[in-house]
């Protein structure tokens, strides 16, 4: 503890010091505003910035700009946009503390105009950009643009995301949402369905996306007709990045990473395999080509022979963990061919990390007793290899098409060795699991924008293809049983745990193959068209939206047993020996194949949807959005169980309503207010009569048509009501305040299965409800300089964001909870994220402190018998330096969670419902480990291309 804030000192010293040297500097501002020379209007999308300086910033929506931490000085002022001719500014002097007026008149550039078509592609990643499209979006949304993204030091899409309102992260990789289980999301890359690699729920793994490759992150809380209705929490749009205008630029990112508790300590890994260092080590672990199945149709000779064709890959390898590194390059280019501007960029990544958590579980009866106590110690090697390839390509008309490209190869290399002791601390079992997992995803689409009718007609269109694949060949596991050494101060003797001659036990004894392949294809498709109501312009709009998904997922299982005429000895040999090819044979041990239908199945998803909406401006403030959406889906699974064929073909159709009124007061304060019906479907996995074992829980999971087949789940329906106030201070400032409520009818619940073993399933709960209030801040702290007349804390920003929410589900008689009313499983009562985000005048050096808690939330919803698991709050707090030392090179350092404080599951063995780490039981809890970071980046600067003239 005393080295944790001994840690949290140091770094708080250099940032606050770093702060205190910015306060020392005498800074002021620049304000003002750029109108046309002959109308008198503000000029909205003008750039101002200092000559010779990275100091700049876009005029709004009335031509204001202001720029903001200007060392004292004189400097040039540039005045630029399009078709108006730049001007330049002389001798405009900067005094400490105060605010000096600029408004200048552009006048137009008709002789340019006369001369270029200008065509381009506005820019989208900046916080001005976000913030203006949440500004002026119909429904409840929240947002993270590229420009935020590059001061927090995150690595991918998960850890972005969890910068907002409302939003959460579990397993590193899935989202929450007001906290909503990750089941009740919807993710979309740009604007089509993401594709998803995982078997066993419904989710988008944000891991796979490298956060330089994002331009925005949005998030939809309320439903509106052209969003697909599949979502009660939220609607993630993740946007790729784009070609830059006009402009050249290479950028090369490296950096190093140090975890405490992992780097340079032991690490055990199995036997590596060529392709192991770019993720593609998977195809090497497979079964070999033509293995047949190990059935009663061959003779126990013939079994053995193919049984010793498998390699032994049970033995463990021990060695030191590297430091992380992490790389990505990217290209971006436009040029300019007559009236086409052309964009590509070009961008690989590459990510090998490692992880080693010594994990404690603990297993309790039924009063709370502890029955058993675990030691694993899990080793975890990830690669990630990515690459994106993006066209764009402008007409003189100002249409865009695109040709969008996303690969990413993914691995995970993970060793689990268990070590199980009785209460009074003798030794009674030792377990392994070792597993390699690959996954390969690749999303391509082609979409395009164009407008009609001088603009008062406008279409875009995306068509996209979706491929996932997730291999797990050869997950191995064995267990021993740990018995008293026959003499006293010996060793305990380890013995295998294999049931009898011809019998299969995968879970002690055995290997396990599967492998999943999901494809889906999309078309995106929305009309929009101005029609004049008297002095109102209506717009009217109209879409569809096609989705056909197809999932094949198939496993094989085997499992070691000794035969009668075995050597007894041979079930006392160490696991990396144990399962040789020379100990199978009639005096040895025997390889069954588990010929069970349910290890696999086929799943198809075909959905069809359109809308009609109308966006009505009331007034000159009121607006009034509203429309319907209608979807069709025909949900397919195919399978058997015991032999007999068991196939689900449901078709649901839903008119999906929806009316958002949004009234603003004036440029800087709006209000909003919606209602809107959504659903959400189940998921292939969980209505798949498919179960598999949990070897970190200890549990079984079925799919619900496993023990139900002739009762599929229903879709469920939720009502939402939403209000929001919001109020935009100045550029790149907001702060929204907003209330929500939701009504649950049918929610899917993941629920306890009363078996002599722990299991769960998923069934319909007949009701729920979840209500909360959001509050969401991004601000400069210059308002208290001009309270204390200061000037140092102009420098440093702020973002602030909180939900605090309630849920509650009625529980039906398909469940056998000991409380027929809890909180909705996987929900925060809170959330919470903080930062302070500080930069010198000249931009050189930034600092930043980030901060984030949630509350306790359920993990597995609870019986009778079996309390619900429930994770703890964990504080965390990360902080990051960067410093610009030339235009061209970029330094950064970063500690991630500085706390380092415990991943901890709790059971609530009390049924208080008050979840306390000093009182209820820990089933498992760890540290994650502190992680430092150096980096740097390089860039070549922006080159800007001149337009080539029309002949």
């Known amino acids: 503890m005393q080295d944790t804030i001994t840690k949290i000192t140091l770094v708080f010293l250099l940032f606050f010091g770093a702060l205190s040297s910015a306060v020392a500097q005498g800074t002021g501002s620049i304000k003002g505003t750029i109108t046309d020379a002959q109308t008198q209007e503000g000029i909205i999308g003008g750039t101002v910035h ?5 100091i700049g910033g876009p005029t709004d929506v009335d031509g204001r700009f202001s720029l903001e931490k200007v060392p004292v000085g004189e400097y040039t002022l540039i005045v630029s946009s399009v078709s108006y001719k730049t001007a330049s500014i002389q001798k405009v002097a900067v005094k400490a503390g105060q605010a000096t007026t600029v408004n200048y008149k552009l006048e137009s550039d008709q002789q340019q105009l006369n001369e270029v078509v200008v065509t381009g592609v506005r820019r989208t990643n900046t916080e001005v950009s976000v913030i203006s499209e949440i500004k002026q979006a119909n429904v409840v949304v929240s947002g993270v643009s590229s420009e935020q993204i590059v001061k927090t030091q995150d690595r991918d899409a998960a850890e972005v995301v969890r910068r907002i309102p409302g939003v959460t992260i579990v397993d590193n990789r899935f989202i929450q949402i007001r906290g909503l289980s990750d089941r009740y999301n919807a993710v979309w890359l740009n604007d089509v369905a993401a594709p998803s690699s995982e078997t066993d729920r419904k989710s988008f793994s944000f891991d796979i996306v490298p956060s330089s490759l994002l331009d925005r992150v949005l998030v939809f809380k309320d439903p ?77 000779y013939e079994r053995d022979f193919y049984a010793k064709q498998i390699e032994n890959t049970f033995p463990i390898y021990k060695l030191k963990a590297m430091p992380d590194i992490r790389f990505n390059a990217a290209y971006m280019d436009q040029i300019n061919v007559k009236d086409l501007a052309i964009g590509s960029i070009t961008s690989v990544n590459y990510t090998n990390t490692f992880t080693s958590f010594n994990i404690n579980r603990n297993l309790y009866d039924g009063v709370g007793q502890r029955t058993d106590q675990i030691k694993d110690e899990q080793s975890s090697n990830n690669v990630r290899l ?9 007409l003189g008309n100002g249409d865009r098409l695109e040709f969008r490209n996303l690969f990413n190869q993914q691995s995970r290399n993970q060793v689990t060795t268990r070590r199980s002791y009785d209460d009074d601390g003798r030794p009674t079992r030792n377990s392994y699991q070792l597993g390699y997992q690959g996954r390969t995803t690749y999303t391509g689409q082609l979409a395009g924008q164009h407008s009609f ?97 197809k999932r094949d997922f198939h496993a094989r299982a085997f499992g070691y047993s000794l035969n009668a005429n075995g050597l007894q000895g041979l079930r006392n040999e160490a696991v990396g020996n144990i399962f040789d090819p020379q100990n199978i044979g009639s005096d040895g041990f025997r390889l069954t194949e588990d010929l069970n239908s349910t290890y696999r199945y086929n799943a198809s998803n075909e959905l069809e949807a359109g809308y009609l909406s109308f966006n009505i401006p009331l ?36 008119v999906l309503p929806s009316a958002n009124f949004s009234y603003n007061f004036n440029e800087k304060n709006l209000v909003r207010a919606s209602y809107g019906r959504s659903l959400n479907r189940p998921e292939f996995r969980e209505a798949a009569p498919f179960f598999y074992y949990d070897f970190d829980f200890n549990v079984l999971n079925y799919g619900s048509l496993y023990l139900n087949p002739e009762t599929p789940l229903k879709v469920a329906t939720i009502d939402n009501l939403d209000v929001r106030y919001e109020l935009y201070p100045s550029s790149g400032e907001l702060i929204h305040i907003g209330a929500f409520y939701k009504k649950f009818t049918n929610p899917i619940e993941n629920t306890v299965v009363l078996t ?59 469940f056998v909870a000991w409380d027929n009313k809890r909180a909705l499983q996987g929900q925060s009562p809170y959330v919470f994220n903080g930062g302070l985000y500080y930069n010198t005048p000249s931009n050189s050096w930034q600092v930043t402190a980030l901060y984030n808690v949630f509350g306790p939330r359920i993990l597995f919803a609870g019986s009778v018998d079996y309390p619900d698991v429930v994770e703890m709050p964990r504080h965390t707090v990360d902080l990051s330096l960067t410093k610009t030392v030339s235009p061209r090179l970029t330094l950064n350092a970063g500690i991630q969670d500085v706390l380092n404080q415990k991943v901890n599951l709790v ?45």
């Open 224 to 300: 509106s007709p052209e969003l697909p209705g599949d979502f009660a929490g939220g609607l993630v749009k993740v946007y790729l990045r784009k070609p830059a205008q006009n402009e050249r630029l290479f950028t090369a990112n490296y950096s190093s990473g140090y975890r405490n508790g992992t780097t340079g300590k032991d690490f055990f890994t199995d036997k590596t395999q060529a392709g192991d260092a770019f993720g593609f080590g998977a195809v090497k672990r497979q079964l070999p080509g033509g293995f047949p199945e190990l059935s009663t149709a061959y003779q126990q």
């Open 619 to 654: 007034t000159e403030k009121l607006k009034l959005v509203t429309g319907a959406r209608y979807e069709r889906n025909v949900q397919s699974i195919s399978t058997g169980i015991n032999g007999q064929p068991v196939q689900q073909d449901v078709t649901t159709n839903f």
């Open 453 to 549: 009718n001088e603009d008062k007609t406008s279409f875009d269109w995306v068509a996209g293809y979706g491929y996932s694949n997730r291999n797990e060949p050869d997950l191995r596991r064995a267990s021993y049983q740990s018995l008293p050494a026959v003499n006293e101060g010996g060793k305990p003797t380890e013995t295998i745990l294999t049931p009898g001659t011809g019998q299969v036990d995968v879970n002690n004894a055995g290997r396990l193959y599967q492998k999943l392949t999901e494809r889906n294809y999309t078309i995106n498709a929305n009309l929009k068209h101005q029609v004049q109501v008297g002095e109102r312009a209506v717009e009217i709009g109209a879409g569809t939206y096609l989705e056909y998904r």
């Open 386 to 394: 990515g690459a994106i390839q993006n066209f764009n390509m402008v």
């Open 907 to 951: 059971q609530d063995f009390n049924r208080d419902k008050k979840y306390e780490s000093k009182v209820d039981p820990s089933l498992s809890n760890y540290r994650r480990g502190t992680y430092y970071t150096v980096g740097m980046r390089f860039n070549l600067e922006p080159r800007a291309r001149q337009l080539t003239p029309l002949p």
């Open 50 to 54: 200092l000559d010779n300086t990275g």
């Open 756 to 814: 002599t073993n722990l299991a769960y399933t998923f069934a319909n709960a007949p009701s729920a409800y979840a209500y909360g209030v959001e509050l969401d801040l991004k601000k400069s702290l210059s308002f208290l300089d001009d309270a204390f007349g200061t000037t140092g804390l102009r420098n440093i920003s702020a973002v602030f964001n909180a939900s605090l929410i309630k849920s509650q589900v009625q529980l039906g008689d398909k």
